[in-house]
């Protein structure tokens, strides 16, 4: 603010400034490709996407041949169903670290990423429905004295 106030009736003449909302660009390299980095447990997916046929490879793989359960392949596909984009981009995933169900959610939160680098007005949908928070909940350490995090051993009064 240029000047101060110095009571509450010069509050009611002075200019109304409210911040203005982030204006989001369109990130793409020098191919056509969007990239986002998407984690969940200890899995790091590396998503590009590109408009084309809906082909999607998995480190090398095929979709289907990688993520063989049809729940994987229906979360992967969970944020081009809410922009309504199926078929509309090619993927290429690289995904390491963590199980199947770690993979998946990480592919998922690097796929809603890479496409509101693509196209920034979907973020609003995608955010919407969660897409772009990563799901912070890892493994809880071993404690000592325990049989796991929290699991006590059996106590015997004999």
């Known amino acids: 603010m240029a000047e101060t106030l110095s009571s509450l009736a010069d509050l009611k ?7 203005e ?8 390299d020098k191919l056509g490709r969007a990239y986002a980095t998407g984690k969940r447990k ?6 590009w996407i590109k408009p084309g046929s809906g082909k999607t490879t998995v480190n090398g793989r095929a979709f289907d041949v990688y993520f063989a359960r049809p729940v994987l392949r229906m979360i992967i596909q969970q944020p081009l169903v809410v922009a309504n984009r199926l078929g509309q981009y090619d993927l290429m995933i690289s ?3 963590g199980g199947l169900s770690g993979q998946a959610g990480a592919v998922r939160h690097g796929l809603a990423k890479a496409l509101t680098n693509f196209e920034p007005e979907l973020r609003s949908p995608l955010k919407k429905e969660g897409f772009l928070t990563r799901d912070s909940r890892v493994v809880e350490r071993k404690k000592y004295g325990r049989k796991k995090a929290r699991r006590s051993f ?4 004999r």
């Open 13 to 19: 003449t002075a200019p109304n400034a409210q911040p």
């Open 154 to 157: 059996q106590f015997s009064k």
């Open 21 to 28: 909302a982030p204006k989001y660009e369109k990130k793409v």
């Open 42 to 47: 200890d899995a790091v997916a590396r998503v």
């Open 95 to 97: 995904v390491a670290g």
